[in-house]
T-cell receptor, first 112, second 115 residues
Framework: GQQVMQIPQYQHVQEGEDFTTYCNSS?????IQWYKQRPGGHPVFLIQ?????EVKKQKRLTFQFGEAKKNSSLHITATQTTDVGTYFC????????????FGKGTKLTVNP | NAGVTQTPKFQVLKTGQSMTLQCAQD?????MSWYRQDPGMGLRLIHY???????DQGEVPNGYNVSRSTTEDFPLRLLSAAPSQTSVYFC??????????????FGNGTRLTVT
């Protein structure tokens, strides 16, 4: 079945450093979504990418969708303590899949 | 708008007991799903539904049943709880399935412990 792999599993940075998490799917995706989960909370939707090669920005966050629609990345510039949490990618296989499969997430901690 | 409401927030069961985790949404979403979250395992899909009367299995369906008699409600039933079902359970919903599943709205979760 479809698998979504995400690396790294953990990342610890100093405040002000950049952070990147990478996501790879075993199948071609119709879209990829990114979620953030704060400690003790529930996942919250950040963004969806649909087009091959798409790049979207939200303030200090940059999201990319690969040309083959099988990989994606999230880059945070100049991390802040408010960025702490676990970031998940999730994708649906191309062809109208009704399942959204999540990666295992990258847990980000930020040292002030 | 309450969004996605899950009850209870916490539950402790003994092995072999049964229970139902409740999930309700007031956003008129067609698509509803259940995930479990375990340390280091991310979110794994248990069951999902694309509309009232329609349910299907996800990645880890064994030991769980669901039904979707109304658009609003999607309960998850554990027939005979096992310690391996100790987890945090999230219910999530979205408007529909078009080109893949649309962005999900998650409930606050139910933390279940089976002893």
């Amino acid at each position: 079945g479809q698998q979504v792999m995400q690396i790294p599993q953990y990342q610890h940075v100093q405040e002000g450093e950049d952070f990147t998490t990478y996501c790879n799917s075993s199948t071609t995706l119709s879209n990829i979504q990114w979620y953030k989960q704060r400690p003790g909370g529930h996942p919250v939707f950040l963004i969806q990418l649909v087009k091959s090669g798409e790049v979207k920005k939200q303030k200090r966050l940059t999201f990319q969708f690969g040309e083959a629609k099988k990989n994606s990345s999230l880059h945070i510039t100049a991390t802040q303590t408010t960025d702490v949490g676990t970031y998940f990618c999730a994708g649906s296989s191309q062809g109208g899949s009704e399942k959204l499969v999540f990666g295992k997430g990258t847990k980000l901690t930020v040292n002030p | 708008n309450a969004g996605v409401t899950q009850t209870p927030k916490f539950q402790v069961l003994k092995t072999g007991q049964s229970m139902t985790l409740q999930c309700a949404q007031d956003m008129n979403h067609e698509y509803m799903s259940w995930y479990r979250q375990d340390p280091g395992m991310g979110l794994r899909l248990i069951h999902y539904s694309v509309g009232a009367g329609i349910t299907d299995q996800g990645e880890v369906p064994n030991g769980y049943n669901v039904s979707r008699s109304t658009t609003e409600d999607f309960p998850l039933r554990l027939l005979s709880a096992a310690p391996s079902q100790t987890s945090v359970y999230f219910c999530a919903s979205s408007y529909s399935v078009g080109q893949g599943v649309l962005p999900l709205h998650f409930g606050n979760g139910t933390r279940l412990t089976v002893t």
